[in-house]
């Protein structure tokens, strides 16, 4: 089984797949263009992150998908467009990564009946209570991954709370 990013951001989307490939697994990404991806490690599926039957085929033997959401808008057509046949095909859990708690994210999340893990990232340049940088996201990602059970989660990394949630304590 593996990981799928959908669409990723370029600096989140490394830091993610270098943590989980340094943990062994299978990364895969889906993107519009193929950039560095294959350079990185990860397999490339190229094409429009929106078209369904490609997110489909994408999520064949995936067992967690990733988002990585990193400005102020959140793009929900794209999170709408791929929880339905990434459930078709067997998906998991998702796991979201938000400047944000954003309640049409977690509304879509809640929707696709899948377990899923939503990591509040903080927005840069707002005062965060803590700058999360790429690599600690990543490492919730993979603390997420590796989660038991069927977890609906929303993790706040700038918070205390957040990281003892997934036992990332080490960052205070």
């Not at 049409?104 to 209570?129: C, E, Q």
């Not at 999360?132 to 990602?141: C, D, G, N, S």
Request: charged fraction near 25%; glycine fraction near 10%; aromatic fraction near 4%.
């Amino acid at each position: 089984m593996s990981v799928l990013l959908i669409d990723p951001d370029d600096e989140l989307g490394a830091a993610i797949v270098a943590r989980l490939l340094g943990e062994g697994d299978e990364v895969r990404v889906l993107a519009a263009q193929p950039g560095s991806w294959k350079d990185r490690g990860a397999f490339v599926a190229t094409g429009d992150p929106l078209d369904t039957d490609l997110v489909e085929r994408a999520c064949t033997n995936v067992r967690t998908i990733v988002f990585t959401f990193t400005g102020r808008s959140v793009h929900l057509s794209l999170l709408d467009s791929a929880l339905t046949p990434a459930a078709a095909a067997g998906v998991d859990r998702v796991i979201v990564c938000v400047p944000t708690p954003d309640q049409g994210v977690l509304r879509a999340l809640d929707a696709s009946g899948l377990s899923y893990v939503a990591i509040v990232t903080g927005r840069r340049g707002f005062l965060p209570k803590r700058t999360i940088e790429p690599t600690q996201v990543a490492e919730a990602v993979n603390a997420a991954d590796d989660l038991v059970g069927e977890p609906k989660l929303v993790v706040d990394l700038t918070s205390e709370e957040g990281l003892a949630e997934l036992k990332l304590g080490g960052h205070a």
